[in-house]
């Protein structure tokens, strides 16, 4: 499928199987050594695959440490797409992580929020309407939890909070997101780096609506990590305005999440995990979450 004169030493492939990426993954090996990730989608995904390709090259010259792209094509006889990345060597940062100290962690936190704000410096390249399409997407996201039935904690709480805010985002900067920027999603080289790795997810708008995920995938790996992430973006200076955003980002979320559960088949969780989230957050005075300041 794939034209093998990209690099004729290489000798054999392992399928990889863990991840939710909608790819099928293949590690391409010469001799032992494993050289090159095969991403294959299907032929409908081919526009978007491309962009995300020509992306991360974007990302490579503006020194973030991620997969450098080596090769984009398709074939129609199987009608899918392929990408080929050079192999990142580490462990995953869910695995690697957790066994380390705490100043370890929070020092590998620091690093992949760096590799964030150098990933926040692409732009689009024609501008559009963020604010009215991301209150569009959270309208509708209400409704369809509405006509689902779906409710959870707080929610009298957190619609109207939501309400009251949303005009912070009429000012914000649009870039790109990485758009599941958690620990699963990088890898802690063996010489110490961060590596962030499956921009599958990619999207356009606010930078800082990345930071959502901290309480649904980060905190569970380790706190200390995702306080350095926060220092680490910001260089140790918080704006003022990052917490009232950032809250306002933790509620927005709340909808989609439900929905996710439910069509995951994992809600309970999802509504235990919304309990806490809400009771951490400080959704009336606008402050840190309770993570970050009582660790």
């Keep these: ?11 054999h492939c392992e ?16 001799g032992n050594v494993p050289k090159y990730v095969l991403k294959v989608y299907g032929m409908g995904r081919a526009e978007r695959r491309k962009e995300e390709f020509e992306l991360l090259q974007r990302h490579v010259d503006n020194q973030v440490t ?10 129609e006889e199987h009608q899918v797409c392929y990408m080929i990345l050079a192999y990142l060597d580490g ?8 066994g380390r100290s705490a100043e370890e962690q929070y020092l590998l936190g620091v690093l ?14 024609v501008p559009f309407d963020w604010y009215g399409k991301r209150k569009e997407k959270y309208r509708r996201k209400r409704e369809e939890c509405r006509k689902a039935g779906l409710t959870f904690y707080r929610q009298e709480l957190i619609e109207p ?17 990485h758009d599941d920027f958690h620990p699963q ?17 990619f999207d356009w708008g606010d930078p800082w609506e990345e930071f959502f995920k901290l309480p649904k995938y980060t905190i569970q790996v380790s706190i200390s990590f995702a306080r350095g992430q926060i220092n680490g973006y910001f260089n140790g200076i918080i704006p003022e305005t990052f917490w009232p955003k950032y809250n306002l980002f933790v509620a927005l979320n709340q909808h989609a999440s439900q929905l996710g559960g439910l069509a995951y088949g994992n809600l309970a969780y999802v509504q235990e995990r919304t309990r806490y989230i809400i009771d951490t957050h400080d959704f009336r005075h606008n402050g840190a979450p ?6």
């Design 1 to 11: 499928m794939v034209d093998e004169l990209f690099d004729p030493s290489i000798t």
């Design 15 to 30: 399928e990889l199987t863990h991840g939710f990426s909608g790819a099928k993954k293949y590690v391409l090996y010469a």
């Design 66 to 75: 991620c997969p450098k792209p080596v090769k984009f094509g398709s074939n």
């Design 91 to 98: 462990t995953g940062g869910d695995k690697a992580i957790p």
């Design 112 to 125: 992949a929020g760096k590799e964030l704000r150098k990933i926040h410096l692409v732009s689009p390249s």
């Design 161 to 177: 909070y939501i309400e009251d805010h949303f005009h912070m985002l009429k000012e914000s900067s649009v870039s790109f997101q």
């Design 185 to 201: 999603n990088m890898i802690v080289n063996n010489d110490g780096a961060v590596s962030i790795i499956d921009f599958d997810s």
């Design 290 to 295: 309770a993570w970050f300041v009582n660790e």
